[in-house]
């Protein structure tokens, strides 16, 4: 009888899912931390991608990641009003005057080179995304 040959093992989960300069934490990140770590996940995955904003947290302090996340919008939001990501809910840019204009899950990317609010603005009401067409 002839042997089968021995299966491969399977290949470990790579640690390029986890960018080097992210270093889990114990206490509690800061703002600095959760900037850094939103441009280093959103860059990551480009302008097309986005990620989820537990993502971060989850890197930087797993077992306490739930308490982070109304900083890690916060941090999101000021990011996005800076220009340098965009916050989108179902797929649509969200733009943000202040917090409590969002509710729900929302997903972070970097934001394209070239685009300024303005023309964001004018996308959503061109999509019928968000807000009345202007009469």
Do not use: F, H, N, Y
Request: aromatic letters at 0%.
């Amino acid at each position: 009888m002839a042997r089968k040959p021995k299966a491969k093992p399977k290949p470990k989960p790579s640690s390029s899912t986890t960018p080097t300069s992210i270093t889990p934490t114990s206490s509690t990140p800061t703002d600095a931390q959760l900037e850094a770590t939103i441009l280093t996940l959103t860059l990551k995955r480009g302008v097309t991608k986005t990620i989820c904003p537990s993502e971060v947290p989850r890197l930087l302090c797993p077992s306490t990641w739930r308490a982070c996340m109304p900083r890690v919008r916060a941090v999101a939001i000021r990011l996005a009003k800076q220009g340098r990501i965009d916050i989108t809910q179902k797929g649509q840019v969200v733009v943000v005057v202040k917090e409590e204009d969002i509710r729900g899950p929302i997903r972070l990317r970097l934001r394209e080179q070239g685009k300024e609010e303005d023309e964001l603005k004018k996308e959503r009401i061109e999509t019928g995304a968000g807000g009345s067409k202007p009469t």
